[in-house]
């Protein structure tokens, strides 16, 4: 059964900082890694999606990169601002490319 | 941009009620999900639908709940007797056949069982 961790669990920053979120998975057969953003009460917002034959995907200030033999991704936010305050989810293919197994997410405040 | 929509944002019902709940998916999409996240956990995978058929279901997805896509635009999710421990965030999601499977999903329905 795939497994995904996201440590670390909430971080709050000043502005101007740069952001590193992690996310670990058990099952390094994966088509694909998805990260997205959630904010309080609202759905899903995808930011990125990295195919298991990339290393990294950049979109504007976000850099998510892919790991797979060794089970991780990350997702680098260059110079956090406030706008940036929400919980990023990673989610991972369970089983052959269907579902998505997510993690419970990096709660992320950026402190003006 | 197109975009997954959902109805109701918010429905709130009584213990034991049969709710619907609904989703408009990308138009070109042809895999469509149903997930939701209890308050303070993860989001979990209830439910895959593909070619007018479930292709894949959890384990959380019992006789209580069907998914039915009755036109062909709309994919809803039934709850016949909702219980207390229903009450959760749902998420509907969709996407196409190919290329790079990203999964886009809606704004969610909050359903409150009372």
């Known amino acids: 059964k795939q497994e995904v961790t996201q440590i670390p669990a909430a971080l709050s920053v000043p502005e101007g900082e740069n952001l590193v979120l992690n996310c670990s998975f058990t099952?390094?057969?994966?088509?694909?890694l998805q990260w997205f953003r959630q904010d309080p009460g609202k759905g899903l917002t995808s930011l990125l999606l990295?195919?298991?034959?990339?290393r990294e995907q950049t979109s504007g200030r976000l850099n998510a990169s892919l790991d797979k033999s060794s089970g991780r991704s990350t997702l680098y936010i260059a110079a956090s601002q406030p706008g940036d305050s929400a919980t990023y989810l990673c989610?991972?293919?369970?089983?052959?490319?269907?579902?998505?197994?997510f993690g419970k997410g990096n709660q992320v405040v950026v402190i003006p | 941009e197109p975009e997954v929509t959902q109805t109701p944002s918010h429905q709130v019902t009584q213990m034991g009620q049969e709710v619907i709940l609904r989703c408009v998916p990308i138009?070109?999409?042809?895999?469509f999900y149903w997930y939701r996240q209890i308050l303070g956990q993860k989001v979990e995978f209830l439910v895959s639908?593909?070619?007018?058929?479930?292709?894949?279901k959890s384990e959380i997805f019992d006789d209580q709940f069907s998914v039915e896509r009755p036109d062909g635009s709309n994919f809803t999710l039934k709850i016949r007797s909702t219980k207390l421990e229903d009450s959760a965030m749902y998420f509907c999601?969709?996407?196409?056949?190919?290329?790079?499977?990203?999964?886009?999903f809606g704004p969610g329905t909050r359903l409150t069982v009372l």
């Open positions: 999601a969709s996407r196409t056949s190919g290329g790079a499977n990203e999964q886009f």
């Open positions: 099952d390094s057969a994966i088509y694909n």
């Open positions: 990295i195919q298991s034959s990339q």
């Open positions: 989610a991972v293919p369970a089983y052959g490319n269907n579902r998505l197994a």
């Open positions: 138009s070109n999409h042809l895999y």
């Open positions: 639908f593909y070619n007018n058929e479930i292709s894949e």
